[in-house]
């Protein structure tokens, strides 16, 4: 197909011809284009459907704020619904479809909601669906959302990649029209640190647009030979492509830069976009203005655009969406469009102007304050109707409306942080103004400067402000600096289905309706209404919709309100803000030093926060996890057995005041621990509540070594150093985390000590008597190798915890494992681990869970009353010290082969199960190869005393009910004798 | 006037001339017998319910701006009961219970919508916890599943199982879980309130309590004073603001929690899902746009905005469960002020001024409660006792130390 | 937002953690509080709307305890010093 509307002039590269297609049918471009200046020029004006009506929809726009010509971008799984085809760039091959309509765009079968429009109007669903109840999920609303959306997911994942960057300047410009431009040049001649930041893929915003002159250049050339300048000073960096989204605190900036969607397929290695936190101690914002609209009676049919919009189709791109176009406007603005597309030869109808006093042409037709009384064209437009002056109706052929109603500016970034814009009478518009983000000033059409003289002084003004520049203010190039003349003309009276927001079918009758009900304030309007709401976020419509609320409501538009305007500034697509944090990569992931060691062997990895465990080591001939794990832990209680436990938090603390310290932030006592010595401790939360457990080993006077949970390392660490700074800042302590500085092993069962002594050096006695349970030293091994040695257990068996320096922990497993295989010794996972700490009744992660106290875990009589603690005071509290309180107790099944479940909650063996009966929960339950049946332990009300007592496991979700006798958490070596061997 | 079908099909064919406002917009009287502060959900349905369940019709809502401006207007619309404690499972059972019957009780469809709520589990501490919450759940007489990978693989194929940095391994299900569309909850409470005489005034600013002899008497406000047998406090985020013009300090903070709406897309997802790995919940409204947020912003805030950490974390967590979302868009993002408690649960109880009540600390959870928070603090206001499912939601439970602690993460609201 | 540390100069707050109100260093005197004092300390708030001291925990840096004062309206942050200069009594 020939490009039938492609005009003379524009900035594309008529060398080099794209094809594309859209909709199964091929079409060719040039390079320059978007996916709809290529449409226009092949006479395409279909392009969408709207969302309610499914009415079809050509342009609106030329930009970002593009409503109707939504569409789906390329296919497969890189399939990207929603795009807007006026900000697509073409490229060779690029593939679209359009949306919401079923089965072609032409014939939507979905389009006879239109007909039924009057039943459809603004809140009818709030009214109806009601009877009979069950309707609603099963019917209607089944209904409702077949229909909802506008294109689709692929449903496959994103191939591409996305990347997040940091930059920081000390001015940011966002836009480079007139007004960025000459900012930029005046900033980056000045030395500062420049980033100009703009939207389109190239940069002079409506200069490009435009015929005007600047410097005796023709705009665009002005800009372009300004970017080149600019290019190529060192200081300031042009960002093209790039979209800053949001303005949040402290002149932090969101921006999102597309790298190759401008490309058929993205080189290797390059991310499809990249979201820039900007940095910027001072910004400027040139965002330029959007124009509005006028309402009439349908004038939503392609075809009908933005008379400033069609400027830029004819004089950047080169294309009109007719042959013979007509304008509508109620400024001077609209008879440029004229002016500008007589120009190209394009026929021009005529210029219905509203003003009686419109200024006439030698070149066209100007009907002097007439006005848009309707429209008509099935799939396009063909005829408007025009109401003129003297009351008689005229009927005029043409393929394109231009509309203007004047130009909004573009403030949605200042009012990110919340700032409202104030309303300018003389503009008929809002304006920046009352709360601006901080460091952040607006210039040019943003701020309601709208002539290209008066846009480019003001980005001048605004950068020697901001940069506090002396001396003279440089001369600001030639250019036009027509006056504004900008009166409100928001609907043609009369008007009923006349459409303010066109991607979700708002029209003025809707807003009349929204009046009628009460929905009055511009938040109910928009909520009532859905106006503004669409993927546009209401930069064409909601000035439309306010302004005749407005006059329905007898009040003025400030009274009314504006919207508040939210990032980002135009869609975000949800990759790009996630970047490369999916997948694999969504955490990091740590591994322990002798990981590697342990995938060699076959381990199965767990994640357990951010760390990958060894969960179980399966032998050959294993099949079932429980055969691996059972092994482990007879292995160990019968010999020995090595564990990997340097995810365990490790925090050395230093100082004269250590001891003091750990006094404080333990509820147990620790002043008067030994050197040498190691003890249980429990930290509490101050409200009471545990916090956490682990211990304290005293390696010197002022040197402790404490160990926390592998869980809650960080949140233990970061309780630590508030106490040290906020309340103790004049104590002689410092902390350090060392869990990643040393890697440790929990060696453990009757053959552990000989093992140890296979590779401690001589020099250290570990016999019983002199190294005794609880003793801790620091120690050489393998012939000099510094290592700390604990004589603690876990598991309940003789046991010690070794550990060295990171880089031997590979090592050092190795050698154990190789040491020990006289021993039969065995590398056991986490699931041994959790078995054998539940055949001792130790408590972990489920049992402090955060709501459970001294108390209730069966340590009440381990806070000390002699000293204060963190938490000792608010532990004291009634609630937490009730007669009944629950206490963690020891559970096996009364039928030795019944199943125990963690989740699972207690019941008295008679009477009813429910919530009021509840007698308490099982916190761990795990099969216990020692004891052969299963085994839980549990919080029980009143539990101290009810030892020998039968109750129902009940846990429904689960399909459960067993009976299970109450016995100690102990199920072990009750006496400890092991531990002491 | 009610609402249906066929009052709809009449307007349309006579020019919708029949349509009134939803509400009245009344000048407020001298008295009333019982005033509410805050014409939020809870508020609302405050009013419906003294109005519908407790005979009082002398009932005024004072609202400084519009009505459903609040956190009704800006929430993900999700609505369950699965939570673990006895102190909060029948209350949120009730609310749901509620909500289930909501349409007809306030002839006013919010399109109340029970497409079922899926918390995912990542590891095997997480499935203990999530089986002793079902079972709780079930025991307190509201609905739970649990279900295994290949269940959801079933019903979620585009979740990510093959490439999960921490795999799904299971969930629990409430199958009456779902969404509202969170609008038209305030308008359908204020409506039916008003229907009953109850006086909605908006743009009225409460400046002061006249408190004498230990007794509230009413309210100064921006439009006069305001007498009122008794005065409830219903103002989420700005609890702590308002109850200081009583001379009262709460166990509550105020922080900022952002939501999400991308783009309208064509449907994808039935119900809706919770990351357990990640910040990350997500639904998909009637309109077809992503519903979705993940935690609070984490430091005190009265700005309902947030910033671009938790907006990226969040679409982290967005990526790593269904990375099939990389090509949709963010449209919009808001925050809203919560009411974080000291223990994460809300408070529904008397002052220690006579005729003072108050009702807050709802966190970022205060949407499905709604109908619940609005009938048991009518409940209150009306009888002086607590509802029988809000006994636990007393302001002395910090100092007696009944704290309901979903959550277990103690006196941090930022952690809650 | 960019909270500008004492010893390090400007740093994004996402690098730290956020310990709630500075009023948490006036830990009751436990020879004296009652058990009031302890309810009021661990419980109640001020929750200003306007200048607000608060702690936030650099731990993605050096480790310190910051005192920053803030606007809980507008964020704005007019003052940061080290939690542990303050002068909180051992």
Redesign the interface.
């Known amino acids: 197909m020939t490009q039938n509307n492609r005009l003379n002039g524009g900035q594309i590269d008529r060398n080099t011809t794209l094809n594309f297609n859209f909709d199964g049918k091929k079409y060719t471009g040039h390079p320059g284009d978007t996916l709809a200046s290529a449409l226009l020029a092949n006479n395409v004006r279909l392009m969408g459907r709207s969302?309610k009506y499914h009415r079809p929809r050509g342009p609106l726009t030329a930009g970002s704020e593009e409503p109707n010509a939504i569409v789906e971008l390329r296919s497969g799984a890189?399939?990207?619904?929603?795009t807007r085809a006026t900000t697509a760039e073409l490229f060779d091959g690029l593939a679209a479809k359009s949306q919401n309509r079923w089965p072609s765009l032409a014939f939507d079968a979905m389009a006879i909601n239109d007909r039924f429009s009057?039943?459809l109007?603004a809140g009818?669903?709030?009214?109806?669906?009601?009877?009979p109840?069950a309707f609603?999920?099963k019917i209607y609303?089944p209904i409702?959302?077949?229909a909802?959306?506008?294109?689709?997911?692929?449903?496959?994942?994103?191939p591409?990649e996305?990347d997040?960057g940091f930059r920081h300047c000390d001015l940011l410009i966002i836009g480079a029209g007139p007004a960025g431009l000459n900012a930029a040049l005046i900033a980056g001649r000045s030395g500062a640190e420049v980033i100009l930041a703009d939207e389109d893929f190239r940069m002079g915003g409506r200069l490009n647009a435009e015929t005007f002159a600047v410097a005796d250049l023709a705009g665009a050339d002005w800009a372009a030979q300004t970017v080149a300048e600019l290019s190529a000073m060192p200081n300031v960096r042009l960002m093209p492509r790039t979209t800053v989204i949001?303005a949040?605190?402290?002149?932090?900036y969101?921006a999102v830069e597309r790298i190759t969607d401008h490309l058929a397929t993205s080189p290797t290695g390059k991310p499809r976009q990249i979201?820039w936190?900007i940095?910027a101690k001072q910004t400027v914002l040139c965002a330029g203005a959007t124009e509005r609209p006028i309402a009439f009676e349908n004038n939503d049919r392609p075809g009908i655009m933005l008379a400033a919009s069609m400027r830029s189709y004819a004089n950047r791109w080169a294309t009109t969406p007719a042959q013979r176009v007509a304008i509508f406007t109620n400024n001077d603005d609209g008879h440029r469009t004229a002016q500008d597309l007589h120009a190209k030869g394009v026929k021009i109808a005529a210029v219905i102007d509203t003003r009686p006093d419109a200024p006439s042409s030698m070149d066209y037709e100007v009907l002097q304050g007439a006005q848009v009384a309707d429209t008509k064209g099935r799939l396009g437009l063909t005829f408007v109707e025009v109401a003129r002056a003297d009351g008689t109706n005229r009927t005029i052929e043409c393929g394109a409306l231009g509309v203007s109603g004047g130009w909004n500016p573009n403030v949605q970034l200042t009012c990110?942080?919340?700032g409202r814009p104030i309303w300018k009478e003389e503009l008929a518009a809002f304006v920046p103004g009352g709360t601006l983000p901080?460091y952040m000033s607006v210039a040019g059409a943003a701020v309601g400067t709208f002539s290209t003289h008066g846009a480019l002084k003001s980005g001048a003004d605004a950068v020697r402000k901001a940069l506090g520049l002396k001396g003279r203010a440089p001369a600001v190039p030639q250019a036009e600096d027509a006056p504004v003349n900008q009166t409100p003309f928001w609907y043609v009276t009369g008007c009923s289905r006349a459409w303010l927001d066109q991607q979700n079918d708002v029209t003025v009758k809707d807003v009349k309706?929204s009046h009628?009900?009460?929905?009055r304030?511009v938040?109910?309007l928009k909520?009532?209404t859905?106006l503004g709401m669409?993927?546009d976020?209401g930069k064409t419509s909601n000035m439309g919709g306010l302004a005749i609320m407005a006059e329905l409501a007898g009040k003025s538009i400030p009274e009314v309100g504006t919207t508040i305007f939210?990032?980002?500034y135009t869609?975000?697509?949800?990759?790009t803000?996630?970047?490369r944090?999916?997948?694999?990569?969504?955490?990091p992931?740590r591994l322990t030093p002798s990981h590697f060691w342990a995938k060699e062997r076959g381990a199965v990895f767990?994640?357990?926060g951010n760390w990958l465990r060894a969960q179980w080591f399966p032998l050959p001939g294993e099949t079932h996890w429980r055969q691996s794990v059972d092994r482990e832990v007879l292995a160990t209680r019968s010999s020995v057995g090595v564990c990997d436990c340097t995810t365990l938090g490790k925090i050395d603390v230093q100082g004269t005041d250590a001891a003091t310290f750990l006094n404080k932030v333990y509820c147990n006592g620790f002043a008067k621990l030994a050197v040498g010595k190691t003890r249980y401790g429990l930290m509490l939360?101050?409200?009471?509540?545990a916090?956490d457990d682990g211990t304290a080993a005293r390696l010197a006077e002022d040197q402790f070594v404490v160990t926390t949970t592998t869980a809650n390392a960080?949140r233990v660490y970061?309780h630590m150093?508030?106490v040290?700074?906020?309340?103790?800042?004049?104590?002689d302590v410092q902390?350090i985390s060392t869990t990643e500085a040393w890697a440790q092993y929990a060696v453990a069962g009757p053959n552990s000590r000989k093992l140890l002594q296979k590779i401690v050096d001589a020099e250290f006695d570990i016999s019983n008597e002199g190294f005794p349970f609880m003793a801790c030293a620091n120690i050489t091994v393998c012939g000099g190798l510094r290592a700390r040695l604990f004589r603690i257990s876990f598991s309940g068996e003789l046991a010690f915890e070794i550990a060295v320096p990171s880089r031997y922990g590979d090592a050092l497993m190795r050698k154990l494992m190789a040491e020990g295989e006289e021993f039969d010794v065995t590398a056991y996972g986490t699931e041994a681990l959790g078995v054998m700490r539940i055949e001792k009744g130790h408590a972990a992660?489920?049992e402090l869970?955060?709501?459970t106290t001294a108390l209730n875990l069966g340590m009440g009589r381990m806070v000390s009353k002699a000293k204060?603690s963190i938490g000792s005071?608010?532990a004291?509290?009634?609630?937490?010290?009730e007669p009944d309180a629950l206490m963690q107790v020891g559970l096996r099944p009364v039928n030795k082969d019944d199943k125990v479940?963690?989740?699972?909650?207690l019941m008295n063996t008679n009477g009813p199960?429910?919530?009021a009966h509840?007698q308490g929960?099982?916190?761990?339950a795990a099969f216990s190869p020692t004891l052969g049946s299963m085994i839980g332990l549990g919080f029980l009300k009143d539990g101290g005393n009810r030892n020998g007592e039968t109750l129902r496991l009940?846990?429904?979700?689960?399909n459960l009910t067993v009976e299970v006798e109450v016995v100690s958490a102990h199920f072990v070596d009750p006496e400890g004798e092991r531990v002491r061997a | 006037m009610r609402?249906?079908?066929f009052?709809?099909?009449k307007e349309?064919?006579t020019g919708?001339k029949g349509?009134?406002?939803?509400?009245r917009?009344p000048e407020p009287k001298a008295h009333y017998d019982i005033v509410i502060i805050g014409g939020g959900g809870h508020g609302l349905a405050t009013a419906h319910y003294l109005a519908s369940v407790y005979g009082q019709h002398r009932v005024a809502v004072i609202e400084k701006?519009?009505i459903?401006?609040g956190n009704v207007?800006r929430n993900t619309t999700i609505i369950r009961s699965n939570y673990l404690l006895?102190g909060n499972?029948?209350f949120y059972e009730f609310s749901l219970k509620l909500w289930e019957?909501l349409?007809?009780d306030l002839?006013?469809?919010?399109?109340?919508?029970?497409?079922g709520i899926m918390n995912l589990i990542?590891?095997?501490?997480q499935?203990?916890?999530?089986?002793?919450?079902?079972?709780?759940?079930?025991?307190?007489?509201a609905d739970?599943?649990?279900l295994s990978e290949a269940q959801i693989r079933q019903e979620y194929p585009?979740l990510?199982f093959d490439?999960?940095?921490?795999?799904i391994k299971g969930g629990?299900a409430q199958r009456r879980g779902g969404t509202v569309?969170h609008?038209?909850v305030a308008?359908?409470y204020a409506r039916a309130a008003d229907s009953r005489g109850v006086d909605i005034i908006?743009n009225c600013e409460v400046t002061g309590f006249r408190v004498e002899n230990g007794k509230c008497l009413g309210v100064e406000t921006s439009r006069g004073f305001i007498g009122a047998g008794r005065v409830g406090c219903a103002v989420a985020g700005n609890s702590s603001r308002l109850m200081a013009k009583a001379g009262m300090r709460l166990p509550i903070e105020s922080h900022v929690l952002q939501a999400f709406v991308?783009?309208?897309?064509?449907?994808?997802l039935p119900g809706v899902i919770t990351f357990g790995?990640?910040h990350f919940y997500v639904s998909q409204?009637?309109?077809?746009g992503l519903v979705f947020g993940g935690d609070i912003d984490g430091y005190n805030s009265y700005?309902?905005?947030g910033?671009?950490p938790v907006?990226?974390d969040v679409?982290?967590?967005?990526?790593?469960i269904m990375?099939?979302?990389?090509?949709?868009?963010?449209?919009?993002?808001?925050g809203g002020i919560m009411d974080m408690s000291m223990d994460g649960s809300p408070i529904i109880d008397r002052t220690h001024i006579d005729g003072l009540y108050f009702n807050g600390g709802w966190c970022y959870g205060g949407f499905k409660a709604t109908p619940a928070s609005g009938y048991a603090f009518a409940h209150l206001l009306a009888r002086d006792e607590p509802h029988e499912t809000a006994t636990a939601y007393r302001f002395d439970?910090f100092?007696?130390?009944?704290?309901i602690?979903e959550?277990?993460?103690?006196?941090q609201p930022n952690l809650h | 937002?960019?909270i500008n540390h004492p010893l390090l100069g400007p740093r994004?707050s996402a690098e730290f953690?956020y310990?709630g109100t500075a009023n948490?260093?006036d830990?009751?005197d436990?020879?004296t509080?009652t058990?009031e004092d302890?309810?009021d300390y661990?419980y109640l708030r001020d929750n200003p709307a306007g200048p607000h001291r608060e702690?936030w925990?650099h731990?993605g840096g050096d480790?310190?305890?910051l005192i920053v004062t803030r606007d809980t309206t507008?964020?704005?942050?007019s003052s940061v010093e080290?939690?542990?200069?303050?002068g909180?009594?051992?």
Request: net charge neutral; with cysteine.
């Open positions: 969302f890189r399939q990207e619904p929603n009057n039943f109007t009818f669903y709030y009214k109806t669906f009601m009877w109840a609603w999920e609303e409702i959302r077949k909802a959306g506008l294109g689709s997911l692929s449903m496959q994942a994103d591409d996305y997040k949001g949040f605190d402290h002149g932090i969101g979201l936190r940095y990110h942080q919340r901080p309706l009628q009900e009460g929905f304030s938040e109910h909520r009532y859905t669409a993927t976020q939210r990032p980002p869609p975000t697509a949800i990759g803000l996630a970047g944090m999916r997948g694999k990569e969504f955490h992931t767990v994640e357990v939360r101050e409200d009471g509540i916090l960080a970061q150093e508030f040290r700074q906020c309340l103790m800042p004049q104590a902390l992660g489920n869970n955060g709501t204060d005071k608010l004291e509290r009634p609630g937490l010290n479940t963690a989740g699972g909650h199960v429910d919530a509840d929960y099982v916190t761990s009940v846990s429904p979700v689960t | 609402y249906s079908g009052k709809v099909i349309a064919l919708h349509w009134l406002p939803a509400w917009d701006g519009w459903g401006g207007g006895d499972e029948p019957g349409e007809q002839n006013y469809n919010a399109m109340v919508s029970q497409r990542h590891s095997d501490a499935r203990d916890a999530f089986v002793r919450r079902g079972n709780a759940m079930i025991l307190n007489g739970a599943e649990l585009f990510n490439d999960a940095r921490f795999p629990l569309r609008d038209a308008w359908g908006q991308s783009e309208g897309l064509k449907p994808v790995a990640g409204s009637d309109k077809g700005a309902q905005r910033n671009l907006v990226e679409c982290e967590g967005g990526m790593a990375p099939m979302i990389g090509r949709a868009r963010l449209l919009r993002m808001w439970r100092r007696t130390g009944h704290m602690d959550k277990g993460m103690g006196n | 937002m960019i994004d953690v310990l948490l260093m830990r009751p436990p020879d509080a058990p302890w309810h661990a702690l925990f731990e480790r310190s305890i507008t964020h704005e942050i080290l939690a542990r200069n303050s909180a009594q051992a």
